[in-house]
């Protein structure tokens, strides 16, 4: 891929010329102590000279000697509740004299261009596509977004000590799925297209020179660096084992651990699972629908005909961890899990699941992930 480098000070350009082109620019930035993507309107509010430290059941922002703006790597979420929403009206009905009128809920959606994607953010949204697109049943909220969707993607240039997307194939380069993609240096950027929408962007920017030989090679040995990561997933040969070992008493030690919140599920970028609400005016003359995201982790979640199919967090655990690990790869060809370690510092209880993974293939309770 030919790249080509703009100083910081034109980062603004993108943005505008985004916005002229009639997307909504959404992007990172700061809010109640953790990186968020919202709607950007300039690129000051992009966390400038903010990195992060996330271990597990801990993340925290600290100021950086460096003045970048993508010095971190995963926030509490990315992209998913852009497609996936956490509350998506799903239709309404109204009494009226003709009897009782069903409406779905429009799909329409304005076109969203997001910035400071990861290599684990597209994988996990190649899983998503699967899921809510390539399925059975396709989703049209999902689908109506996506299809107006503008991808910049951001090559990491640092590991957290919970990523490890290197042992799952996914990061810690973007490969696939972008319009754009950039290397943030200590100047400017580094910018390569990656599709048709791409090229019709970048032509309306002003850049600088193609990339010189030195700033290709910083690219190259920041990414270098981001492989150096702690954690390391078993490989997918070895996962679908897990499902040979329902009765290992793993079940239970992390189960006296887990508090069944939710937080993993509701962090990790491939999880889709939903539950359905519907509401009703005082006079019951108006009702609505609606899905609303749920976990694995919830007891009703397993409710079915009367009975709870997991009525202890054992078995939710090991519901949550068998899916996303062994069974999605008979699903969806792949695991569930991108290694992006948001379930890992969002768990209050920094529950991990690399090493509880680890010890239910090795047998050895406790043993360490850091290998
Ligand atoms: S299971 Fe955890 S590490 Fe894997 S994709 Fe989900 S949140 Fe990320
Ligand atoms: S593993 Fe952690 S985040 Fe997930 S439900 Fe249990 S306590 Fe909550």
């Known amino acids: 891929m030919t790249k080509h480098f703009f100083a910081r000070q034109y980062l603004n350009q993108l943005f505008n010329v985004l916005t002229d082109l009639g997307y909504q620019v959404v992007g990172p930035t700061m809010k109640d102590g953790a990186i968020v993507f919202t709607e950007l309107a300039r690129v000051e509010q992009l966390p400038w000279g903010w990195q992060e430290v996330a271990k597990p059941g801990h993340y925290q922002l600290t100021p950086s000697r460096k003045n970048r703006c993508f010095a971190w790597n995963t926030g509490p979420q990315a992209l998913k509740p852009w497609l996936f929403k956490p509350e998506q009206p799903l239709w309404q009905a109204e009494q009226t004299e003709q009897g009782l ?9 304005p076109p969203i261009a997001v910035v400071g994607l990861r290599g684990c953010d597209l994988a996990a949204l190649k899983l998503q596509d699967q899921h809510f697109i390539h399925g059975p049943y396709p989703d049209p909220y999902y689908q109506a977004q996506r299809e107006q969707l503008f991808i910049i993607a951001v090559n990491c240039a640092q590991s957290a000590e919970t990523c490890f997307c290197v042992s799952t194939g996914d990061g810690p380069a973007a490969t696939h799925s972008f319009d754009l993609l950039l290397d943030e240096l200590e100047d400017g950027y580094l910018i390569g297209v990656g599709s048709e929408q791409g090229q ?23 990414l270098a660096d981001a492989s150096q990561q702690q954690r390391h997933m078993p490989d997918e040969h070895s996962l679908l084992k897990l499902t040979e070992n329902l009765e290992h008493p793993q079940w239970q030690d992390v189960a006296d651990r887990c508090l069944a919140c939710g937080n993993c599920t509701l962090v990790c970028p491939t999880c889709f699972c939903s539950k359905q609400e519907s509401t009703s005016d005082i006079k019951l003359q108006q009702a609505e629908q609606v899905r609303l995201w749920d976990s694995c982790f919830s007891e009703q979640h397993g409710y079915i005909a009367g009975k709870l199919f997991r009525p202890e967090i054992r078995h939710r655990y090991r519901q949550w961890l068998l899916h996303k690990l062994a069974n999605w790869q008979q699903q969806y060809g792949r695991s569930g899990c991108v290694g992006c370690g948001r379930c890992i510092s969002w768990c209050p209880v920094g529950i991990d699941l690399v090493a509880e993974a680890q010890t239910l293939l090795e047998g050895s309770p406790h043993e360490s992930a850091h290998r």
């Open 101 to 109: 009128c069903f409406h779905q809920a429009p799909a329409k959606v």
């Open 200 to 222: 019709a962007v970048f032509q309306q920017l002003t850049l600088g020179q193609q990339a010189t030989i030195d700033q290709l090679d910083i690219a190259q040995q920041q």
